[in-house]
């Protein structure tokens, strides 16, 4: 159960109710697939985890913290937001090799003039895709995170030691999408 850990004066600021609609959002969406949710949630901040299990088991994790720097002379610019979204399920079939996608750096620029496994994602110029061989399900999972990529809301997906993981930075669900993710049949 998702449960709010504000004092009482938070309980009527706009960020407490945008945060306690995200969370019962949320809970709903785990309830609606038979799944189990925890977490908890005030005007500053939440942290949400739920289980579900369709045709595979899948954890999803939001986070939410705002920092402010403790200075009242500035102003609430020097504030810093976190936001993060984590889908992480098990994948065990050989379909799919390890791989990892994630935002382009500098050094990657260097390492894909002298390795063959680098290969830049072709909607995107932002993000590349670090694997030994290709896979249509890789392939499909780029297709349907498409949108993620154009808001550069995509902050890692990797397949390592039979854990599929999308790692996102951003406050929206997108519920829509993980639902296509977990209708794959891989």
């Not at 009482?8 to 600021?13: Q, T």
């Not at 407490?16 to 949710?37: A, M, P, R, T």
């Not at 994948?91 to 002298?114: A, E, G, H, W």
Request: proline fraction near 2%; include cysteine; charged fraction near 25%.
């Amino acid at each position: 159960m998702i449960k709010p850990n504000a004092v009482a004066n938070e309980k009527d600021s706009p960020y407490y109710v945008k945060n306690e609609s995200f969370c019962l959002k949320f809970e709903s969406f785990i309830s609606q697939l038979n799944g189990k949710s925890k977490g908890n949630y005030n005007a500053w901040s939440y942290s949400v985890l739920g289980e579900i299990k369709t045709s595979r088991k899948w954890i999803l994790e939001y986070k939410k913290s705002t920092f402010s720097s403790g200075n009242l002379i500035l102003s609430a610019k020097s504030q810093n937001l976190f936001v993060s979204a984590i889908w992480k399920t098990e994948y065990t079939s050989q379909n799919i090799p390890d791989f990892i996608i994630k935002k382009r750096t500098i050094k990657d620029m260097v390492s894909q003039l002298l390795r063959k496994n680098f290969s830049e994602i072709k909607s995107t110029s932002n993000y590349i895709l670090v694997s030994d061989s290709k896979s249509k399900i890789i392939d499909k999972l780029i297709e349907i995170l498409h949108p993620l990529f154009d808001l550069n809301e995509i902050y890692k997906i990797s397949k390592l030691k039979n854990v599929l993981t999308i790692e996102l930075r951003t406050d929206q669900h997108y519920f829509n999408i993980f639902n296509q993710i977990n209708n794959l049949n891989f």
